[in-house]
């Protein structure tokens, strides 16, 4: 239901007045004299990046592994193995086909005895009931910030953000490519996609590792409101 705005011109016109001024029909960015955000981990490698991001997965209680698409179908089937198996939830992604894990995902779970939903734009409820009872679920990171080891998501009708937020455990996919220095890069890239008018996603997830609180005396606590465990896969040729 889309709302309207009644009076807007005639409400801003008089606040305006009132502050003895025009109103302004167009605001211009300022140009800061200094941008140090600009400047963290400013001539970092992509190699160097993923180093940032390792070290940093050891704050935020998170397992890094790294692969390559030849050897993904073994590290995930790992990772899998190490979460228990059982159930597993993931998006409704073509990039999990580009990857080389169809076979895995498809076959070799089924025989293993796992579970697998994919979400289904048909069914919302459903896919509701299957992320809360899936013991992992599998997503893919857009955008990824080593600084803070927090991946981006991206939702849509495919790719449910329940998916990464109510399974017991999580595994997020990371391009290599998609690593960057910190949230300015990702803040930027989302910027520069509206500005061009291209169509963003309608929930974007800053997703830092299993859930946490440091609420009480700043005493961290993991695994409170979310997955209890997360693991990176890191495909280094991607």
């Not at 960015?29 to 940093?56: C, F, I, N």
């Not at 086909?97 to 169809?102: A, H, R």
Request: net charge negative.
């Amino acid at each position: 239901m889309t709302g309207i705005i009644q009076n807007k011109d005639a409400f801003l016109n008089k606040i305006a007045n009132q502050l003895g001024r025009a109103p302004k029909t167009k605001i211009e960015r300022p140009t800061w004299q200094y941008q140090p955000q600009d400047r963290v981990l400013k001539d970092a490698t992509k190699d160097d990046l993923v180093a940032v991001l390792q070290e940093q997965c050891k704050n935020i209680h998170t397992n890094m592994v790294l692969t390559n698409t030849v050897d993904l179908p073994n590290a995930l089937q790992t990772v899998v193995d190490g979460f228990g198996g059982r159930s597993i939830i993931t998006w409704k992604d073509e990039r999990f086909t580009q990857y080389g894990l169809t076979n895995l995902m498809t076959e070799q779970w089924a025989g293993d005895g796992i579970e697998l939903y994919t979400w289904d734009e048909k069914q919302p409820e459903e896919n509701i009931r299957q992320a809360e009872q899936a013991n992992i679920g599998i997503t893919i990171s857009e955008m990824t910030l080593a600084e803070s080891g927090t991946a981006v998501l991206f939702s849509d009708k495919d790719k449910g953000r329940s998916v990464s937020f109510l399974p017991e455990k999580s595994i997020i996919l990371i391009p290599k490519s998609t690593i960057v220095p910190r949230m300015t890069q990702a803040a930027r890239w989302i910027s520069e996609k509206v500005q061009k008018g291209e169509k963003v996603a309608s929930c974007i997830n800053f997703i830092t590792g299993p859930s946490n609180s440091a609420d009480i005396e700043m005493i961290l606590v993991v695994g409170v409101h979310g997955p209890i465990k997360a693991t990176y896969i890191v495909i280094e040729d991607q």
